[in-house]
């Protein structure tokens, strides 16, 4: 669910969201009461929370070695930093 809700950001009505869920084989009706009775409100807003206090301020965000990754995102740049994370540290 979470790779349809990230391609589809301009699209996160309810009506979308329930036939994401029909599409991905969730109950459409359990999801729609799931959804309207918020049954899942505190769940997320505990996950937005961490987010926040971890750094996070839009999607996506990288983090590497527990350190927010503000880099630009291109898959070279982004590669030479991973690879220079797991470099051993010298002493």
């Known amino acids: 669910m979470h790779d349809t809700l990230f391609e589809h950001q301009r699209a996160l009505d309810d009506d979308h969201l329930v036939a994401y869920a029909a599409k991905l084989g969730l109950d459409p009706k ?10 899942h409100k505190a769940r997320v807003r505990e996950d937005f929370m961490s987010g926040v206090r971890s750094g996070v301020n839009g999607t996506p965000t990288f983090f590497i070695n527990g350190e927010r990754f503000d880099d630009s995102w291109d898959p070279d740049t982004l590669t030479d930093a991973l690879k220079t994370a797991a470099l051993p540290l010298k002493t």
């Open 30 to 39: 359990s999801f729609e009461h799931e959804l309207r009775a918020h049954t």
